[in-house]
């Protein structure tokens, strides 16, 4: 394709600019709700026939600062999960080591047939 036919191609979806996505990030949508609220509350005298009024910016704000409160929980929750996961595979690395042990000394002491009792199916 040359230059002259990008140029009269212009309308063809390649060359079309992208239609930006609404955020779906909390923050951003609570940043959004407090910039809505506050514009409403400007323009309440406006927007009041519409059917706005003191009570809906009082929901909304009331909305926005349980998705706040809510976000925090879950983030701190998060750290707490990270924690715990952390913990967990260290006490799983360690049960690994452990049974590994154990069984070595199981191996090195009782004949293979006795074995299958403790669990341990390889072979020597």
Not at 104 to 111: C, D, G
């Amino acid at each position: 394709m040359t230059q002259k036919d990008d140029l009269n191609n212009m309308d063809s979806p390649e060359t079309k600019p992208k239609r930006r996505r609404k955020s779906r990030a909390l923050p951003d949508k609570i940043k959004r709700g407090y910039n809505i609220s506050a514009g409403i509350n400007e323009h309440l005298e406006t927007l009041k026939p519409k059917g706005l009024n003191e009570e809906s910016i009082g929901e909304l704000t009331a909305l926005i600062e349980k998705c706040e409160q809510l976000s925090n929980e879950r983030n701190i929750l998060q750290g707490e999960l990270k924690e715990k996961t952390t913990k967990l595979h260290a006490a799983t690395a360690e049960l690994d080591n452990t049974l590994a042990l154990h069984g070595a000394i199981v191996k090195s002491v009782l004949p293979k047939s006795q074995w299958v009792s403790f669990g341990i199916t390889d072979k020597r």
